[in-house]
């Protein structure tokens, strides 16, 4: 699978943005989806995720009550939607799908083979 982050901008704390990630191929429904994050400087993080229904959702403290993970597996699509931005978000944000045919650890960027290019998320103070 193919994927694609989108959404991704300039915006002043306290705000909002939602992120996108378009998935190509086919059984988008059969992977577990995550996005994760990486500031300058620092090691990749955990941010969200989702099961392949939709069922179950994750979310590191950071950003538990603030963003909310979603997929809509008719359009191959998984979204992030943040709000209450803080300037400490700012980052590039990559989804990530796992492999269906192995154990999942949702918040581990070892559970997940696919990736897409990330997007860059800016929220100044």
């Known amino acids: 699978v193919q994927l694609q982050a989108s959404g991704g901008g300039l915006v002043q704390a306290g705000g909002s943005l939602r992120l996108s990630c378009a998935a190509s191929g086919r059984a988008f429904s059969n992977y577990n989806l995550g996005w994760f994050r990486q500031a300058p400087g620092l090691e990749r993080e955990f941010v969200a995720a989702i099961s392949w229904s939709g069922g179950r959702t994750f979310y590191s403290d950071s950003v538990k009550g603030r963003f909310t993970i979603s997929r809509d597996n008719a359009r191959n699509t998984v979204y992030l939607q943040m709000n209450s931005l803080k300037p400490e978000d700012t980052a590039v944000y990559h989804c990530?799908?796992?492999?269906?045919?192995?154990?999942?650890?949702?918040?581990?960027?070892?559970?997940?083979?696919?990736w897409g290019q990330g997007t860059l998320v800016t929220v100044s103070s």
């Open positions: 990530a799908a796992d492999n269906p045919l192995t154990g999942w650890r949702p918040n581990s960027s070892g559970s997940y083979v696919y």
